[in-house]
């Protein structure tokens, strides 16, 4: 009786620490809760971004304008006839 008694008492603890300590507790539930929502921000943030690009790209695809633009702001670019005026400006 005393071996049963001792069995039950360690399957007890053990399922204690499993509970409270282990993989699947309470506290690892709640540290995988808080990953996913940092996660699930961060998709958001992601997927803004992926619209933005795909706006820009479909822009470039079909509009010459936006194109002509981004060789003058991203490569400093000129039309041809064009003159080029460089500004300083004093700090």
């Avoid at 620490?17 to 506290?27: C, F, I, K």
């Avoid at 996660?39 to 509009?63: F, M, T, Y």
């Amino acid at each position: 009786m005393k071996w049963l008694l001792a069995i039950l008492i360690v399957v007890f603890f053990t399922l204690q620490y499993r509970l409270w300590v282990g993989e699947g507790s309470y506290a690892h539930r709640a540290r995988l809760t808080q990953e996913i929502e940092r996660q699930q921000i961060e998709n958001e943030r992601l997927r803004d971004r992926n619209r933005v690009l795909a706006v820009e790209v479909e822009n470039l695809k079909n509009g010459l304008d936006v194109i002509e633009e981004r060789a003058r702001s991203d490569m400093g670019m000129i039309k041809e006839g064009e003159t080029f005026f460089m500004t300083h400006k004093e700090q």
